[in-house]
């Protein structure tokens, strides 16, 4: 009998704590759990799987984790030997949102001493499906970041021919990037793959942490990638990979083509000359700014700012372009006469809004005229183009102009105007001999419309009036004789010599329809001669065909009544002899 007064002992605060560190252990240390586990999945996807342990808890801001050791899972009967894991610890934090939906969200992914094998078929099979092995629709886990440690990763996506081997490791000495002092780079990421069939290789100093979807955490990098001889140098931060929403880098890209991106971009870029490419990027959400943008290819040179603005659904751009340079050289240009025939992307355009400033100091052209100081202002809204104004200098005088490019009708519309004023012949035509001489300045004015998809449509529907005069203009004695057909002139100045007459006045009109231009006005007059034509020049074609009637203004004996055909292609046409002709067009400078 216990005596009066003694405490009495109470055991179920013992009982309590017992009862709730057992329910802890249960909950915690899960790796109880592992023989469920590996009956589900052995049941579903016929694979094995192992771990030592499992713990369940908490990560510092309360999301719940669980941290497996000393794991091992066979890969898929169709995929490599290698386990699909074999990693000495895995560890994954979810968001409280995954317990609750379909959707597994890791907000954290951790490997050590991890080998990792992901595999995708081309028929959209993926490796890493446990529970669901022949399930090819989308994705239902994102993982968001992740650290890893002495770890590697095989990614193999047939549907692409893509082919990734990575390496992780520690730095031997932690370092920072300028600019990025609060991300320290800790680890060297060495690259090895293939796309297209093209290999490429990078070697990249990152931060402890990587993102890839949603997370918006920032990581340091610094490295090079290169392909062939393609190079890339990137220095900066960048957050979400795999959806870039954040980006502060600098990037160098060089190489000796354009074409070499085209199987690692699954592109379509021509052959080029040798380019390379040097800008600061900053991009946050649907802004993108590149900055302090310099371009170099072949000769030709490019530099200004540069900034993308994307709608939030997507559907639409908007680009603002502050460009200019030193020297463009068409011969750097990737363009060949099959670009003609492509088509414009009318819906890409219809889904783009811009502001463009251009200015070069010197065009080089095909052509022995050589243009400078061009000067563009236009914009792109609601699938209409317009340059505003385009001016340039070039063969002694100057040229304005400004377009439109409508992208909402069917087929599109595209309309010029055009003046170009004090533009010097001798630079305009081809090499002269000295005794043939063409000397003097032109003015010629332009009002043109077409439609159409492409240059050649362009070409085949062109429309509108093209006019040409001079009054300060002069031709050699020789050439005067030569087109008067005066064979005693031109006996005389190859005995006395010859010197340049002026001409009183040149006119052209051409009423162009369906890209023909048909003469409606061609005279060119000097003291003893007018010369009047009558003709058409196809463009689509390319060719001419030009009958020129001399009058002669002075009795001749040696004179040849006939008309001058020329005719055939515009670079090499044939010049010969005819019947004369009376001509249609108007017979004066003035109008009728």
Do not use: Y
């Amino acid at each position: 009998m216990k005596a009066a007064g003694a405490p009495q002992r109470r055991h179920w605060p013992w009982l309590l704590l017992a009862g709730i560190f057992g329910l802890w252990f249960a909950l915690f240390e899960a790796t109880w759990l592992r023989p469920l586990l590996q009956r589900h999945v052995l049941a579903h996807s016929q694979r094995n799987l192992h771990f030592d342990s499992l713990r369940l808890g908490l990560s510092g801001d309360l999301q719940p984790t669980a941290r497996f050791r000393g794991v091992r899972i066979d890969n898929a009967p169709w995929a490599d030997r290698r386990p699909m894991v074999d990693a000495g610890e895995v560890r994954f934090t979810f968001a409280w949102r995954t317990l609750l939906g379909e959707r597994i969200i890791v907000k954290r992914l951790e490997l050590v001493d991890a080998q990792v094998d992901l595999e995708r078929s081309a028929d959209g099979l993926r490796n890493w499906r446990l529970t669901r092995p022949d399930d090819r629709g989308p994705g239902r886990t994102s993982v968001q970041t992740l650290e890893a440690r002495r770890s590697s990763l095989r990614f193999v996506h047939g549907g692409r021919d893509l082919e990734i081997d990575a390496t992780i490791a520690a730095l031997d000495k932690p370092t920072t990037l300028g600019g990025q002092e609060s991300l320290t780079l800790t680890k060297r990421l060495v690259i090895r793959g293939a796309h297209g069939g093209q290999r490429f290789d990078g070697v990249l100093h990152v931060s402890d942490v990587l993102s890839f979807v949603d997370s918006d955490t920032r990581f340091a990098v610094q490295g090079d990638i290169s392909s062939l001889r393609t190079r890339l140098r990137i220095d900066g931060s960048l957050a979400d990979l795999l959806q870039l929403n954040e980006v502060d880098a600098r990037l160098a890209l060089s190489g000796p083509s354009l074409a070499e991106l085209n199987p690692l971009l699954a592109s379509g870029l021509p052959a080029s000359r040798p380019f390379t490419i040097e800008t600061k990027v900053l991009k946050a959400r649907e802004r993108t700014e590149f900055g302090k943008f310099a371009a170099t290819l072949g000769t030709s040179d490019l530099h200004g700012e540069l900034s993308v603005v994307l709608a939030g659904d997507g559907s639409r751009r908007t680009v603002d372009a502050r460009l200019a340079g030193k020297s463009i050289d068409f011969a750097d240009l990737p363009l060949s006469a099959s670009h003609a025939d492509g088509s414009f992307d009318v819906g890409a355009l219809k889904r783009l809004d811009a502001k463009i400033v251009f200015e070069v100091q010197q065009l080089k052209t095909p052509a022995p005229v050589q243009i400078r100081h061009v000067r563009l202002n236009g914009g792109l809204a609601g699938g209409v183009l317009k340059v505003d104004s385009l001016r340039l200098d070039g063969a002694g005088g100057a040229v304005a102009a400004r377009g439109t490019f409508d992208s909402n009708p069917s087929p599109p519309r595209v309309a010029l105007t055009a003046d170009l004023d004090g533009l010097q012949l001798d630079q305009l035509l081809p090499p002269q001999a000295p005794d043939d001489r063409v000397a003097g300045t032109v003015g010629v004015h332009a009002e043109l419309q077409a439609s159409g998809a492409s240059g050649r449509a362009w070409l085949r529907s062109l429309s509108g009036r093209i006019t040409a005069a001079t009054g300060r203009a002069s031709i050699s004695s020789r050439l005067d004789a030569r087109l008067a057909l005066n064979g005693g002139r031109l006996l005389r100045t190859m005995v006395e010599g010859t010197e340049q007459i002026p001409v009183r006045c040149g006119a052209l009109e051409l009423r162009v329809r369906d890209g023909v231009g048909r003469t409606e006005r061609f005279v060119v007059e000097t003291d003893r001669l007018k010369l009047l034509g009558s003709g058409s020049i196809d463009l689509p074609r390319q060719t001419l065909a030009m009958t020129l009637t001399p009058q002669r203004k002075q009795t001749a004996l040696l004179a040849l009544q006939r008309s001058i055909r020329v005719e055939g292609p515009l670079g090499a046409p044939r010049v010969t002899l005819d019947q004369p002709v009376s001509p249609h067009a108007a017979a004066s400078c003035l109008g009728p």
